[in-house]
């Protein structure tokens, strides 16, 4: 039973070099972008034509529909083989290409209004170019909901490394036209238009990436309508994505809401919750969404051989990987909140006060972060034994809370607190998680428990006092050599490097001296990634 634990963290740690990859260039992307178009009202008007396509995709595509279909496929799979897997998974293509165009047609008919209700912007003319911005992105709908259909094949077979990296074709595609917006020169409102378009070509290209692996396995999709109503798999599918669908919309609602709150503060709110949930994601997406990719196979296939218990442990050896990976980050990145965005942002139109704006929303965010990777690693454990609506009536607490907290408080916290609110509903669902899956699965750790807290805080305790040394010398450093311009930056983001890795041996040391799970792969990883270098130069 060990193995199978220290196999699903070993690949846990291949997806986070390639999904680590992929938020590298993520980051890029909104650098470019940041630099390119500011944190104004045109940058507003981007983000919420944006988001649109991204409520929809997460309504349907990567949200409820990964979280029904990884396990309905898995199980189907292992039980009646590779013929009627594929034949679920052409059925989902077909009925996911029929769903998301229709509701594509009528959101095009629909633009100018969703926009309004969405952004909360008074400005017509903002508006206006956010509905515009919106009709050209719109199709990313079919695309990334066709892709995630692919991606759930490929993880149920264990084929994890091609989705993890997918992300970072997008960012290279948009990149590529960041380029272009600026040879182009100083029409801010044309560039976004061209910045948009290179968006969708981005959208395609993700999608093409993971169809271009099935194919190398042997796997042929192709769209498929009949039967789809009388398939067990397809309806299976449809049971669990009802309660994940209404969770995951309390969840959207959240964030339309949150958007109309930041647009009713005027130009630059929206940009600034953008850019610093951009470097929140970073370890969000390293970490949790890999853990949660392999939990979710993981724990799927415990499920289809009837092992309850094993579910327990294989969530156990997740849950104690997140706390340690997602409790350091936050830590480090609130302490280093205002040195990271300054090295990340501050360039062209972003000056100094946005860069103060945004690292406030950042250190709002990352309370949150744990929170948020134990919900992903908690709730596929129900959506694999059929429970979908314990993730549900988390979800919706946990989107109430925020709702009301943010409601009672933006006016008076502005951004900053936007952001809190996020984190104080990640941390109710998680709450509420924890509860249910002790009572569904039984504990997680049969021993051991008291050792690894107390562990774990003495370790977050050092390295935040370890941050905290290392932000007093950049700081002192800054008085040297300003955080501006490429000699400054070059500067800022060694320092920050030597800053991270100090912290992190010094974390890790702690963590290995009290035997927390996994402290002992994490700190043998830098010398196995140097020898493995050296190897390749040999």
């Not at 017509?124 to 709908?141: E, G, H, I, Q």
Request: one cysteine or more; aromatic letters at 8%; glycine letters at 12%.
């Amino acid at each position: 039973m060990a193995d199978s634990g220290e196999r699903d963290l070993k690949a846990s740690g291949r997806i986070s070099v390639a999904i680590f990859g992929s938020r590298l260039l993520g980051l890029a992307r909104e650098m470019v972008f940041a630099a390119l178009f500011g944190a104004g009202a045109v940058a507003d008007a981007f983000l919420v034509a944006f988001r649109i396509p991204n409520l929809l995709r997460d309504l349907l595509a990567e949200g409820a529909l990964s979280a029904a279909f990884v396990p309905t496929f898995t199980a189907t799979l292992k039980q009646q083989g590779e013929e009627a897997a594929a034949r679920l998974g052409n059925l989902m293509f077909g009925g996911m290409l029929v769903l998301t165009g229709a509701l594509t047609g009528l959101a095009l008919v629909l633009t100018e209004p969703l926009v309004a209700v969405i952004s909360g912007f008074s400005d017509p003319s903002k508006v206006a170019l956010a509905a515009k911005l919106t009709r050209v992105m719109l199709p990313l709908l079919c695309t990334v909901s066709l892709a995630a259909v692919w991606m759930g094949m490929l993880n149920a077979q264990r084929r994890f490394v091609v989705p993890a990296l997918a992300p970072a074709m997008f960012n290279l595609v948009s990149l590529s036209a960041g380029a272009g917006v600026w040879l182009m020169g100083e029409d801010i409102r044309l560039g976004v238009m061209v910045w948009s378009g290179g968006t969708m070509l981005a959208g395609l290209t993700q999608a093409g990436m993971q169809l271009v692996a099935l194919w190398r396995l042997g796997q042929r999709p192709t769209p498929m309508l009949r039967g789809i109503t009388s398939n067990a798999g397809v309806r299976r599918v449809l049971r669990l994505m009802g309660p994940a669908v209404v969770g995951v919309a309390a969840v959207q609602l959240n964030v339309i809401i949150n958007t109309r709150f930041s647009g009713l503060l005027g130009d630059g709110p929206v940009a600034q919750l953008s850019y610093a949930f951009r470097l929140f994601f970073l370890p969000l997406g390293v970490f949790g969404v890999a853990l949660a990719t392999v939990t979710t196979t993981s724990v799927s296939e415990a499920a289809a051989d009837g092992e309850g218990s094993e579910i327990a442990r294989r969530a156990g050896d997740s849950s104690a990987a997140a706390w340690m990976l997602a409790g350091a980050s936050a830590v480090g990145l609130w302490v280093l909140a205002e040195p990271v965005c300054s090295l990340v942002y501050q360039m062209g139109e972003t000056g100094p006060a946005e860069v103060a704006a945004i690292a406030a929303c950042l250190q709002s965010y990352v309370i949150g972060l744990a929170p948020y990777s134990l919900v992903k690693v908690l709730a596929p454990s129900f959506y694999a034994v059929d429970k979908p609506r314990v993730p549900l009536l988390a979800s919706a607490t946990g989107v109430l809370v925020n709702i009301v907290f943010n409601a009672l408080t933006f006016r008076e916290l502005g951004a900053p607190g936007i952001a809190l609110g996020t984190a104080l509903g990640a941390t109710t669902n998680v709450v509420i998680l924890r509860i249910a899956f002790h009572r569904s699965f039984g504990p997680m750790f049969t021993s051991g428990a008291g050792r690894r807290v107390t562990g774990l805080l003495v370790g977050l305790v050092i390295l935040g006092a370890a941050s905290w040394g290392g932000r007093w010398a950049l700081l002192e450093l800054q008085a040297w050599v300003p955080w501006s311009g490429l000699v400054g930056k070059a500067a800022l983001g060694s320092a920050l490097m030597v800053v991270i890795a100090v912290a992190f041996l010094i974390y890790t040391a702690v963590l290995r001296g009290f035997g927390y799970p996994g402290a002992e792969m994490l700190w043998r990883m830098p010398a196995g990634l140097w020898r493995r270098i050296a190897r390749r130069r040999g």
